[in-house]
């Protein structure tokens, strides 16, 4: 039987990783925008960005997996 808290974590890891795909996909369109002077600027921000959704993404699978399981 899927827990109470289990389902809480796993709603919480889904809100994080909206969050954080939302600011990639920001990040990325704004890196259009910019004058190819700060190019380099922008693409460390996709970078982060990209790193914080590829972890949210890596934990929202850690909790669906829980949740799966029953625990």
Known sequence: ?????????TLIELVRTMKALKALRAARRDKKQVPPVYQDLMESA????HAAATRASMDLTRKLADLRQGR
Do not use: A, C, L, W
């Open 1 to 9: 039987m899927i827990q109470d808290h289990t389902i809480d974590q």
């Open 46 to 49: 996709v970078r982060r960005e």
